[in-house]
């Protein structure tokens, strides 16, 4: 007598694989908002943030997103992080709301980093 698995229970049995495996998998939001504040700092934060409303990701402490401009962490290019603060302040001088990507694997002092931005007309 043998017993046969039909193919829900196959994929259950993948998905208990996948829970008890142990990784990690990071987040990502999208996030539409006006630039309320920007924020730099010689020593935390990444050096400059961006206050940013409906910052709504686990893991990410809300009101504000890093740009990360001093290089904290693994494989930020500073130069583009600049880039991305200059967009926050141009749309913050010219009171236009942006469209940002965060990444809850990310974070410098509770703060997540922006990965994406655009000026939204």
Known sequence: MSIRFGSGLKAIAALGVLALSGQAYAATAHVTSPVTRI????SSFGG??????NIRLTGCTTGFATFDCKGS????DT???YRMLDQ??????T?????????SSLVINGYCKVTRIDILK
């Not at 400059?48 to 409303?53: D, E, P, S, T, V």
């Not at 926050?88 to 001088?93: D, E, S, T, Y």
């Open 48 to 53: 400059c943030m961006a206050g940013l409303n």
């Open 73 to 76: 962490l693994t494989g930020t």
């Open 79 to 81: 130069v583009m992080a």
């Open 88 to 93: 926050a302040q141009l749309a913050l001088a």
């Open 39 to 42: 924020l730099l700092h010689d």
């Open 95 to 103: 009171n236009k709301s942006v469209f940002v990507t965060i990444d």
